[in-house]
């Protein structure tokens, strides 16, 4: 009910165009997500950067459905590459192949991510690929690897460790020896093709970053959950793996205690900064995958305010 609820309100022009004009909605949204513009999301990742933190920038609106939206997503990336380099960031890019028209033409989106690549190959810059829903699996994994057969290390894969299919995936991966982003996994999959249980899920998270700390290249842990990074830590310490040779990932505006405990102890923490003006159905959508979000949110900001005091 809570689900359909979210995903109803993600689709109102009306509700959106009334809480950009609401005050409260407009400032909890810009402490998860960086303004509208490129210029706020630059300014975000200064100050990150700042605070000895590096960041990967979102664009977000994926799901296009024209070659006109695609293709505008990216001279809109690449805009970001421009930046990156110009502004001399400590940043990367984040991209999700639907943005780029996958679901418009599958070889479109295919030549837009080459040409995407070619800017990054030239400013030296990494651009991870992001994985959106379960049915996008296969399809954005053999991208990948197009991909990779000819950037090499510019260019990542995330896995989600919700689906019973990722330990073969991981494997593989590190096989190739390819950078991974490791994450739980927030969209609402089928019993069918994803552990229904938390516990599942976070046995496997833990279990996969043994592999990807152990075995992997340069791997991104991507979570908020104190458990599952202390298990990164325990694991690192007592197999020696130094923690220059990973990553962990938050989000922009969560947890942002821990992310600067983390770097105070001496290990690299990358904050994903997303932005654009589809922020209001992005927010919703990432709700409705999984509603539990809300009470997470908001728990942490009552975490962050009590610990500040």
């Known amino acids: 009910m809570l689900r359909s609820s979210l995903l109803w309100l993600s689709e109102q022009p009306g509700i959106f165009n009334f809480i950009k004009n609401n005050s409260l909605a407009g400032k909890f949204a810009s402490r998860f997500?960086?303004?509208?513009?490129?210029?706020?999301?630059?300014?975000?990742?200064?100050?990150s950067n700042a605070a000895g933190l590096t960041a990967t920038l979102d664009l977000l609106g994926?799901?296009?459905?024209?070659?006109?939206?695609?293709?505008?997503?990216?001279?809109?990336?690449?805009?970001?590459?421009?930046?990156?380099?110009?502004?001399?960031?400590?940043?990367?890019?984040s991209i999700k192949p639907t943005q780029m028209g996958l679901d418009v033409d599958e070889e479109f989106c295919r030549a837009n991510l080459r040409k995407l690549m070619e800017v990054a190959k030239k400013y030296d810059t990494f651009v991870r690929l992001d994985m959106e829903n379960a049915t996008y699996t296969d399809r954005t994994?053999?991208?990948?690897?197009?991909?990779?057969?000819?950037y090499g290390d510019l260019v990542g894969a995330v896995i989600q460790t919700c689906l019973y299919r990722s330990p073969a995936d991981i494997e593989k991966l590190v096989k190739t020896r390819s950078r991974v982003r490791l994450v739980k996994g927030a969209y609402a999959e089928p019993e069918s093709v994803a552990y229904p249980k938390?516990?599942?899920?976070?046995?496997?998270y833990c279990n996969l970053t043994d592999v990807l700390l152990e075995r992997g290249n340069y791997p991104a842990m991507a979570t908020h959950d104190e458990v599952m990074i202390e298990h990164a830590k325990r694991f690192a310490k007592a197999k020696n793996i130094s923690p220059d040779r990973f990553e962990f990932q938050m989000l922009y505006g969560v947890r942002r205690d821990l992310q600067t405990q983390l770097r105070s102890e001496g290990y690299n923490v990358r904050v994903y900064v997303p932005y654009g003006t589809q922020w209001y159905p992005y927010l919703m959508r990432r709700l409705a995958e999984?509603?539990?979000?809300?009470?997470?949110?908001?728990?942490?900001?009552?975490?962050?305010?009590?610990?500040g005091r």
């Open 290 to 307: 999984r509603p539990a979000n809300i009470a997470f949110i908001v728990g942490n900001v009552i975490k962050e305010s009590v610990r």
């Open 62 to 93: 994926e799901s296009v459905s024209t070659r006109e939206e695609a293709e505008q997503s990216r001279e809109e990336v690449v805009e970001i590459l421009d930046r990156i380099h110009a502004e001399g960031l400590d940043a990367n890019v």
């Open 33 to 47: 997500v960086a303004g509208e513009t490129l210029e706020t999301a630059i300014e975000a990742v200064k100050k």
């Open 198 to 204: 938390k516990q599942d899920v976070d046995d496997a």
């Open 141 to 150: 994994l053999e991208i990948f690897e197009e991909l990779a057969a000819d």
